[in-house]
């Protein structure tokens, strides 16, 4: 199983929030190159970059972040946070991502993401899905649609995606433990997709469960800011 880091950005600093509420913001470092540079010489070979305020905006805009991520490391980035017309797509994947990140246009608009798979390739895409009480949410968490994740996933693997992150709502950065009911469920529903569990970890005993189930990645974020998990600790995981 492979360890993502998370960098979540805000006016261009690298911060976390408690269930995305955006008054709970807490700034771990000015500068995120030099986060991202940390995972980077302890051995960590991925990264998930989240654009906050393009997430609240509806428009990327910290994407000049994922340029100078990507231009001082070799990590491979996946960006998300309002990415919703093509203009932002072109900017990220131009701008030093491997996977463009991609939550709630594909809730809001199959036919756009269906063309994106379809012109791009499915392939530099990271289907992400927030899940409360296995029905698919939108809106920063604050609506919860009838979508349930497993038809959710099911559409979209038929269109070509195999790399999906699943967020429990209820738990992300509540340091209380993943949600490993849901995602051995979905792991049996669909052996063949490469899932990414996110949301809750809290120890190095939540990610040996998670790699016991058989995710294929944990992101990991507030864990680490937190100093709950070392990058030390990481190490019997790190894929080289």
């Not at 955006?22 to 970059?49: C, M, W």
């Not at 491979?76 to 939550?103: E, Y």
Request: aromatic share 8%; glycine share 10%; with cysteine.
């Amino acid at each position: 199983m492979q360890i993502i880091p998370a960098i979540d950005i805000i006016n261009g600093k690298c911060v976390r929030l408690t269930q995305g509420d955006y008054s709970s913001v807490k700034v771990y470092n000015e500068d995120p190159i030099e986060v991202a540079k940390q995972f980077e010489d302890a051995g960590l070979t991925r990264l998930h970059l989240v654009d906050l305020d393009g997430a609240k905006a509806g428009v990327i805009k910290n994407w000049k972040v994922l340029e100078g991520i990507s231009s001082k490391c070799e990590l491979d980035i996946d960006f998300g946070g309002g990415i919703k017309t093509s203009k932002d797509l072109d900017i990220v994947l131009n701008s030093g991502a491997r996977w463009a990140t991609v939550g709630s246009i594909a809730v809001k608009d199959e036919v756009l993401f269906v063309e994106w798979l379809q012109h791009y390739g499915a392939a530099k895409f990271m289907l992400g899905a927030d899940v409360k009480n296995e029905k698919i949410t939108i809106g920063g968490w604050l609506e919860t649609t009838d979508i349930r994740i497993y038809d959710f996933i099911k559409k979209y693997m038929d269109h070509g995606v195999i790399q999906l992150f699943c967020t429990d709502v209820s738990r992300d950065g509540l340091l209380q433990g993943p949600a490993t009911g849901l995602y051995k469920n979905i792991l049996t529903e669909f052996p063949s997709l490469h899932f990414i569990a996110s949301g809750g970890v809290s120890s190095m005993h939540d990610i040996e469960k998670l790699a016991e189930i058989g995710c294929n990645g944990a992101i990991v974020g507030k864990a680490i800011y937190e100093n709950r998990i070392t990058l030390a600790d990481l190490k019997k995981f790190m894929v080289c």
